[in-house]
């Protein structure tokens, strides 16, 4: 007898939180056969001794919705481990959508998830309307991983109401019942659920909140019945929890989930402005769990920060007069440029703010500035934020911010943690981690193009948390198992015969994170932000190996999954 594929030695961990063991591993068709010794040859057999054997990580939380039209390689998760993505989060996305309402959804994607217009435009063949015939359409590209999609409320808000979606009306009883139609439709056509988003974070670059942000309870309750009318599914959730506390808010979300009992995941972070809203948040989701209920907080490893610099499509300075007059230089050359003494002079003097298209530009704060390295440093110390070398230097920290962006020709950055370093730690992301009830995610893989690159999560979680007193065992259960229950999967996310034959092989001590890069490949020549990860010898997709030590094989095993909750 003889496997298709026969891993050797490895030190296998295999997603359930146990502690690891020396194994072989077969694959059959696609599926795990046999875990132990293997006497039988494999086709193909890799050596895997002094190597982390792992199931392929579950993403829960991408913004692959256009990518995944015209790109069959989902860089960069599938360079991190992931082997299966949930899309469709936050409440933005293509389907359903009429040919007149196409350019409001990308505009809604470009400002909520900084995908840029023109590549939306390009990229997207548009051979659809319903979320059936969206499904449809992934299903016929071949891809490196796995990705199953979310219906996103903005969508069907703008397909039901229209204009009256995008001026925040409240939705009728008839145009609520129009919405849990096309909710049950989709579920039944294989949605894993839909995603909302409530937060005034999410705006279209002209400024214009997402058209979900003042949804009733009712409209709410109308998507999570349709949910369960088409056979079941979650309820992804992103809010402010502002109305007026967080737990009124939640009480709202608490009630949806007990009337309909689906499944209700959202976005917890940390927030510098609000610096507790998140431990009230945890006890509630907490409680809700004791009392049997699924509200569970999704939660960053890592500060959620931005990069800031000349590559990318934000830096402080973006806003001021003089520096718009040299933006359509290269970085090199605009970097020269702004060594000018009098270019210098004139963007230090003009108001960075107002002029600035920029949301989240009155968040920023020279306290909260560093410089990024490589390797990069996702937990600066306060002492080396721009604010305090600029006092150590006796300079202003905006003339210290701008050296910073022309140094190197114009291709460093600088790091500007937005929630979760509220104390300048990680120990609101280490309390969250330990929380059995909590998710680890928010990589936004796909999402954010021109400033942040956190796909790379899955990486950073093992390389950092491993070395923070976290067993290696748990962190990998945290990002396979867990996830993939969380989505309702039962077919993989363990390595045990009768599972999928999604694996990783790691070399621990090799992790690490090289800083990320900005590359041209996407449609109209549009770049982007990628980071590489270092330390994976092989990721394997229903038994074929994609990538060898961070190279695509060119092997395209990944599709569509369809929900079957």
């Not at 992934?138 to 009256?164: N, Q, T, W, Y």
């Not at 992103?238 to 009480?251: I, L, Q």
């Amino acid at each position: 007898m003889s496997h298709d594929l026969v891993i050797r030695g490895g030190h296998v961990l295999d997603g359930t939180g146990r502690p690891g063991f020396a194994a072989d591993i077969a694959i059959d068709g696609g599926m795990i056969s046999a875990i132990g010794t293997v006497p039988a040859r494999g086709a193909e057999e890799i050596n895997a001794h002094g190597l982390l054997v792992t199931p392929g990580f579950v993403d829960i939380h991408t913004h692959y919705d256009g990518q995944a039209v015209w790109d069959s390689h989902l860089a960069p998760s599938a360079w991190h481990g992931v082997t299966t993505a949930l899309m469709g989060n936050c409440g933005v996305g293509f389907a359903p959508c009429r040919a007149a309402d196409r350019d409001t959804l990308i505009a809604l994607m470009e400002g909520v998830e900084d995908i840029p217009g023109p590549v939306l435009h390009e990229g997207l063949n548009w051979s659809w309307e319903s979320f059936p015939e969206y499904l449809d359409a992934l299903e016929r590209r071949p891809r490196d991983i796995d990705i199953g999609a979310l219906l996103p409320h903005g969508a069907v808000r703008v397909h039901v109401m229209g204009e009256r979606a995008l001026r925040l009306d409240n939705a009728t009883t008839a145009e609520i019942a129009a919405m849990r139609e096309l909710t049950r439709e989709a579920v039944a056509a294989g949605a894993f659920g839909a995603s909302t988003s409530r937060t005034i974070s999410h705006k279209t670059l002209a400024g214009d909140p997402t058209p979900t942000l003042k949804a009733q309870e009712e409209e709410l309750a109308g998507l999570v019945a349709g949910m369960k009318d088409g056979g079941g599914g979650l309820l992804e959730l992103v809010s402010d929890w502002n109305t007026p506390d967080p737990a009124h808010e939640f009480a709202m979300v608490r009630r949806i989930a007990e009337g309909f009992h689906q499944p209700i995941l959202f976005s917890l972070t940390a927030r510098h402005d609000r610096t507790e809203a998140w431990r009230e948040l945890l006890a509630l989701s907490n409680q809700a769990a004791a009392d049997g209920l699924v509200i569970r907080p999704v939660f960053p490893p890592r500060p959620i920060g931005i990069l800031l610099g000349l590559l990318g499509s934000q830096n402080p300075f973006s806003g001021c007069a003089s520096y718009k007059e040299i933006a359509h230089l290269a970085p090199a050359a605009r970097a020269a440029a702004m060594r000018e003494p009098a270019r210098r002079a004139a963007i230090l003097s003009e108001d960075r703010i107002s002029g600035s298209n920029f949301p989240l530009i009155t968040r920023l704060s020279w306290a909260r500035m560093f410089a990024f390295g490589t390797p990069p440093d996702y937990a600066p110390p306060r002492e080396s934020s721009i604010e305090a070398e600029a006092a150590r230097r006796g300079m202003a920290p905006e003339a210290l911010a701008y050296d910073l962006l022309v140094e190197n020709e114009g291709n460093g950055f600088i790091f500007a943690p937005l929630t979760n370093f509220a104390d300048y730690t990680l120990d609101a992301s280490a309390e969250l981690l330990r929380h059995p009830n909590t998710i680890i995610g928010l990589s936004d893989g796909g999402a954010h193009v021109g400033f942040i690159s956190d796909g790379s999560f899955p990486t950073f979680v093992l390389a950092h948390w491993s070395r923070h007193g976290f067993a290696m065992e748990e962190l990998v259960r945290r990002q396979t198992s867990d996830t993939a229950r969380a989505m309702g999967l039962t077919d993989r996310g363990v390595l045990r015969p009768g599972l999928l034959g999604d694996i990783n092989l790691i070399a621990e001590a090799e992790l690490a994170l090289p800083a990320p890069r900005m590359v041209h490949d996407l449609p109209s020549g549009g770049r982007r932000l990628l980071q590489p990860a270092r330390g994976y010898r092989a990721t394997i997709k229903r038994g074929v190996v994609t990538y060898r030590d961070g190279v695509a094989t060119g092997a395209l095993p990944g599709r569509l999954l369809r929900s079957d909750r």
